[in-house]
């Protein structure tokens, strides 16, 4: 039997963030995530992306493979809230990998959690706070995103630098740009990760994996900041945007 008069907990939520990837796109030098913007670690922007949200009790950051020394000194020299607390594990050869090894180092009261990407830094926390009350009011995954400036085509893919025949033009007033953090209900994502990766499928973005399931996903808006930094121009707009803060604020 149940106690009524007892109110229902708040979910505790916890952030996931992959940030073990290389950065390939980027050209050569150290792993994306601990490259600087404005001299601190693109990681570190991201990590606080997340602590800044009230509602992010947990940061858990997926280092790269032979980094998470590295990443835990990073996070103790930088000032962080002092009511998140932070794990560090170390990351996968894939995306996939990597968010999966986050979530098998969550504590067992975690029921919501967010996956964000280390290679966004600068989402607004409104952004973040918009996906967590979307999960908490009952969407079992969440992903903010923008509708598209560019018609988008479909190609049958060819040899590099020849001309690829187009297949179709998908309505653009239908498509979204999705972005991180994307939310979950902790059990969704979990069985998403168990059954969908296990199978040998698997999806360019988390909720990808939660619609092979069956799952309903829902979008709530995203922002132009929540920007992924995957190329060298990235990085200038990256610059341009924190500068328009300390500008604006003295951010
Ligand atoms: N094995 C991997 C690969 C990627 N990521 C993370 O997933 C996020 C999105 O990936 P992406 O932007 O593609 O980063 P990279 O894989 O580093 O980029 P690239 O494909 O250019 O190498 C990044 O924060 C990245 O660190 C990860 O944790 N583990
Ligand atoms: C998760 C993601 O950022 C949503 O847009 C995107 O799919 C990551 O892709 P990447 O190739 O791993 O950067």
Redesign the pocket.
């Given at each position: 039997m149940t106690d009524q008069s007892r109110p229902t907990p708040t979910p505790r939520t916890a952030a996931v963030?992959?940030?073990?990837?290389?950065?390939?796109?980027?050209g050569p030098g150290a792993?994306?995530?601990l490259r600087a913007l404005s001299g601190t670690p693109m990681l570190i922007h991201a990590v606080r992306a997340m602590a800044n949200s009230r509602a992010v009790s947990l940061v858990v950051v997926?280092a790269p493979k032979d980094g998470a020394a590295e990443v835990k000194h990073l996070l103790d020299e930088h000032a962080l809230p002092e009511r998140t607390d932070f794990l560090v594990v170390p990351?996968?050869?894939?995306?996939q990998?990597?968010?999966r090894l986050g979530l098998a180092a969550l504590p067992a009261d975690i029921t919501a959690v967010l996956v964000h990407?280390?290679?966004r830094p600068l989402v607004p926390v409104d952004t973040v706070d918009a996906v967590v009350e979307a999960v908490r009011d009952g969407a079992p995954a969440v992903v903010p995103a923008l509708p598209l400036a560019d018609t988008v085509k479909e190609v049958e893919p060819g040899e590099k630098g020849e001309p690829e025949p187009v297949v179709a033009t998908p309505a653009r007033a239908r498509l979204r740009a999705v972005q991180t953090p994307q939310g979950f209900d902790r059990a969704t994502l979990v069985r998403a990760h168990d059954t969908i990766a296990a199978s040998g499928e698997g999806a360019t973005d988390c909720a990808g994996m939660v619609e092979q399931l069956g799952v309903p996903v829902v979008v709530v808006p995203g922002h132009e900041e929540a920007f992924?930094v995957?190329r060298p121009l990235d990085l200038v707009l990256a610059e341009a945007v924190l500068a328009r803060r300390r500008a604006n604020d003295g951010f």
């Open positions: 963030i992959p940030a073990a990837g290389r950065g390939v796109r980027l792993p994306k995530a997926v990351g996968g050869e894939t995306r990998e990597s968010v990407d280390a290679a992924k995957t």
